[in-house]
């Protein structure tokens, strides 16, 4: 029993211990930069920090949200709302470029990695993902409004 435990201790020494805190970040703002220039060129783009990293609203729903090696994923990313169907389409044809984020992934938000598409590619990409949510956003308020 005592050379169980002995071991049992010993074993908790030599286990790494988690790290503490954020993963650090890769970016050192040139993918940041990008981004944040083609989300600036849409009209009535708001930036903020959520949940510890730039997030690009519509104003009132985030559209993109920048990904600095999340939870230390190894990505600079954008993740962007898409419609039924885009996702997995995009992860099927260029898997290298295109993921399912956590969190958002599971309501269709495709992760982009930020160094394997031009800026021509990622504007579209990011113009698409305002246009949806504020589409989606208009038809929300105009259902409820025609409510009695």
Not at 62 to 90: E, Y
Request: hydrophobic share 40%; aromatic share 8%.
């Amino acid at each position: 029993m005592a050379s169980s435990k002995r071991e049992n201790n010993q074993m908790a020494k030599d286990t790494p211990r988690p790290r503490t805190g954020p993963a650090p970040k890769l970016d050192k703002g040139k993918q940041l930069a990008r981004l944040r220039r083609i989300c600036a060129s849409i009209a009535g783009t708001i930036e903020k920090v959520s949940h510890g990293e730039p997030t690009f609203f519509t104003p009132k729903q985030v559209f993109a949200m920048f990904a600095n090696n999340h939870h230390g994923d190894g990505r600079v990313a954008v993740w962007l709302p898409a419609a039924d169907g885009v996702q997995s389409a995009l992860i099927a044809e260029a898997p290298e470029t295109f993921f399912r984020p956590p969190y958002v992934g599971v309501r269709g938000w495709v992760g982009v990695e930020l160094s394997k598409v031009d800026d021509e590619q990622l504007g579209a990409l990011i113009r698409e993902a305002f246009r949806f949510i504020h589409l989606k956003s208009s038809a929300s308020r105009r259902s409820k409004a025609a409510q009695p």
